[in-house]
């Protein structure tokens, strides 16, 4: 192996180590790792800020504007004391109301939108209730990326896979993953329940003062919340017809960021710009010049073509190492890189003759947009929860966020694995 690759896995392993240990803070650990991928000469700078992925960045930071902005004129709190009301003050139910809401927003936004919006509301509930945010924003991570899972723009990897592969038109992705990703969420709901019941118990009488409130009341700036909601709609719309408009989601949300700044005046600006959770962001662009140093040096593409090789094209083994592969990876590394790789390698088979290319597809966004689940780093939804909730003084630690996704992501790429075998390869 060349010595800049060795160099890079070192640095890699390295970063990947002191993240998980949480002894220094892991925006400062990642963005080091990524200066010395460039300062040792794994790759030069003009290739690492090619790896960097903008349009995520730029979605992260037009939502995040347009939340805080929404935010100010109480209606997250207004909504948080409805579903409070409507499953009577009881924790158990509201965990499960939101844990559903945010896998079906994520299906029909994105994930990072949907939690982005999910978050305050659940701050404003379970600081009524007096009761520790942690497991509600945990099962909303989880259950953002198995709802995003079932759609053409729910999760960045079936965004390129759609892209790649045109005839997986946005009813395709629907019809092929929807059905799994309501069974595994029939499947994990429960399990939701069963871990997290005895550790978000309150009293009674916190329950009957929640019924108590007057939620109108919270609603303090009524021409505020109009202008937001009307420019969230528009860039909810947007999303929906990006591809049509040919438009990046990136440029859909800082549209409607700055159209949302234009409306509310320039002393909002300020405000909004130090709300935007900037430690994620930089996060981020570490995270994607360190994977840049494998990319760039051929280990990943080593190991997507060692392993496809393994198969020797059969179908179901095939189907099943893209499956579990990419879920493994996509759990410790950033899923857009690896499916980059992995797209080109498919293709590739079916030019040496591998006929039905479909449940490769299939598995590779299961695979993919799953395996997100695995740890706190593994999907971009994770990342922005845990710093949204780090930053409201709930840190999630690696360790306890492993404790819980690790074995419900191995439990769904189960099913998930089960569903390829009975619909494509029987």
């Not at 004391?81 to 994105?110: H, M, Q, W, Y």
């Not at 440029?251 to 405000?271: D, I, P, R, S």
């Amino acid at each position: 192996m060349e010595q800049q690759a060795i160099l890079a896995i070192g640095i890699f392993l390295l970063t990947y180590g002191m993240i998980i240990a949480e002894k220094v803070h892991r925006t400062i650990v990642a963005m080091i790792g990524g200066v010395l991928m460039v300062v040792l000469g794994v790759v030069d700078q003009d290739s690492a800020l090619h790896h960097i992925d903008f349009n995520t960045l730029g979605l992260l930071i037009g939502m995040m504007i347009i939340v805080n902005i929404t935010a100010e004129t109480g209606l997250f709190t207004y909504i948080a004391l409805i579903a409070a009301k409507k499953a009577k003050g009881e924790p158990v139910r509201i965990l499960v109301s939101l844990a559903l809401i945010t896998a079906i927003g994520s299906a029909f936004l994105d994930n990072v939108t949907t939690v982005l919006l999910m978050v305050p509301v659940t701050f404003s509930i379970t600081r009524q209730l007096r009761v520790n945010p942690v497991p509600f924003l945990i099962t909303q991570i989880i259950a953002s990326n198995i709802g995003g899972t079932a759609t053409l723009i729910g999760d960045p990897p079936n965004i390129m896979i759609g892209s790649a592969v045109k005839e997986l038109t946005f009813l395709a992705f629907i019809n092929n993953l929807a059905p799994i990703v309501a069974v595994i969420m029939v499947v994990t709901i429960p399990i939701f329940v069963l871990l997290f019941r005895k550790q978000i118990q309150t009293t009674p009488e916190l329950k009957q003062k929640i019924m108590l409130i007057n939620e109108k009341e919270v609603l303090t700036d009524r021409k505020l919340m109009v202008k937001s909601l009307a420019v969230l709609g528009l860039t909810i719309v947007g999303f929906f017809l990006h591809q049509m408009l040919h438009l990046e989601s990136a440029t859909v949300a800082l549209a409607g960021a700055f159209l949302l700044l234009l409306l509310t005046g320039e002393h909002a600006m300020e405000e909004a710009f130090t709300k935007v959770e900037w430690t994620t962001i930089f996060f981020f662009v570490g995270l994607f010049v360190l994977v840049s140093g494998l990319v760039e040096t051929g280990i990943i593409s080593k190991l997507a073509a060692q392993a496809i090789e393994l198969t020797g094209g059969d179908p179901l083994a095939t189907s099943m190492l893209i499956l579990w592969l990419s879920a493994i990876a996509s759990a410790f590394l950033d899923n857009i890189p690896f499916v980059a790789t992995m797209i080109p390698m498919i293709q590739e088979m079916g030019v040496m003759g591998v006929g039905n290319l479909e449940p490769l597809w299939w598995s590779l966004a299961l695979g993919a947009c799953l395996g997100g689940n695995g740890t706190l780093i593994g999907a971009s939804a994770n990342l922005i929860v845990a710093g949204m909730s780090g930053k409201a003084g709930h840190p999630i630690k690696f360790v306890t966020y492993m404790k819980y996704g690790f074995p419900l992501m191995l439990l769904s790429v189960l099913l998930a694995s089960i569903y390829i075998y009975v619909r494509y390869l029987i």
